[in-house]
């Protein structure tokens, strides 16, 4: 077997052979040098700690019918608006960025904020489903990457994208918020929603990077609980991040989403890793773990650098990915094994951080590039575009009309077909064909909700109920020629439980070490005998 650097030199060779290959063509569909809002005439732009423009990061994309909505975190002071919109097919390299859905919901960056009233501190994420509704995850943090002022609680508020108004807002329990936790992905799954619940009976995943973990909510039972795995914990090891000449070192855990709805499954992977990793939405389901069990995450494969964004076709089980020292996006199907670069570009895609495969958009991926490292590192320069929203047509198999509800997405009769962002035209927008909601949603005022509860609070006698089985998936063809860029191809396969002993697997061959000494439990640097009898609270 040869040395692992052996494997990183080929590798290297080998992306650069493929630079000069065909690529889809991507267009670019907005950039901006900096970043800038339609401000009302008496707010405070000179003063520097409501509107940096050099501290303004994007970090979250969502394609509309209409409009294409951009979401930028309080990461550093001088972030004015957490959530933007811009209109869709306008003409221009850089519009400027409408707060969304008013500048009333922004009152955070001004420090005059209740956290009762509906509004948003921070936001890194954004989702559209199917009901034509945009979920904000609000992680309620300010100045993530400075002082880390936890503003709020975290919540998620729900728009209604006919009306700009909020139907729901999602408060939630302090049971599943941990003292540095910061939520910053969001997944909604669809596959078992009814049409006459109009989305309100998704489950929702969440990603906590700082504080490793998943949240599931149930919205159907407005039920939430936590759940966590050492695959969700930054690698030190890949604590370093290279792009180009920069080098930046960030030790964020899992925070890349992407979901499978036909094969039922949540890919994730830290930013500080080179390796992506699966569950199985049942899994995520099934509520908290039992004390002593480990959820059943699987080792997909690894990556040739690590990376933010990550994406799954709606059908197909393809899957998009974006190494950062590559400056490139590529696509693998981990049922075929075919693996392709999209496009590289060492110019405009320099950090991707969130890849968008949008129904209203039907055969389109959509990239988010934002030179965050360079933002982070201070060195930004403000002469050159840093950031874009590139778009690569004809990649994603578009979603069958007749496809049923149980083997994908809720589709409530809008029009799916793809809208082109430069031929779009306002008179496409569908109707607004799904049930109204009731009428206790249509409130100008904050609706009144106790937030999720927990599951303990809801299950009795839940425990040892849900097994767990860690038996491996079949292998792929490697019959194909395996290019070093693509490491994801070795099928996949269980992550081994603590119990079991560590065989040799994967591509590259890595080996999962067994402790040195097997009395003593060392994980996340604490150590203890094994014999000791630990008590948990109830």
Known sequence: MLPMWCFVALGCVCVSALAGAQHPPFETVKQWNLLSYNFPWDYPVSNKNFYNAENVVATGLEVGYDRIFIATPRLFAGVPATLSSIPRGTSGDSPTLQAYPSWSHHRAGTNDYNCSDIGLVSVYRIRIDSCNRLWALDAGVSRSLEDFEVTCPPKILIYDLQTDQVVRRIDFPPEVIRGESLYTNIIVDETTSRPEKNCDDVFVYITDTVAPGIVVYDSGKDLTWRLSHPAMYPDPDFAESRILEHRFTLMDGVVGLAFDPEAATLYFQPLATDRLFSVSTSALRAGPLPFGKDLPVKLVGRKSSQGIGLAAAPSGGTIFYAPLSETAVGLWNPRTNEHRILAQDQEKIQFAADLRTPD??????????????????????????????????????????HQSISNHRFSPGLNYEPVSSILYEPSTIPSNSYKPLPSAYHTTKLLPTTGAKTYASFVQNFYGKQPYTYEPLAVVDKSKPINPFFVLNSGERTFPPPHMPRPEFGLNGEIFIPKINTQFSDFNGLRYPKSARLSYST
Do not use: C, M
């Not at 209203?360 to 950031?387: C, G, I, Q, W």
């Not at 004809?394 to 979603?399: A, D, L, M, S």
């Open 360 to 401: 209203r958009d039907a055969t389109a991926l959509y990239v988010l590039t934002s030179r965050f490292h360079r933002f982070f590192l201070k060195n930004l320069d403000p002469h050159e575009f840093n950031t874009r929203i590139l778009r690569i047509d004809g990649v994603v198999k578009p979603t069958p009309t």
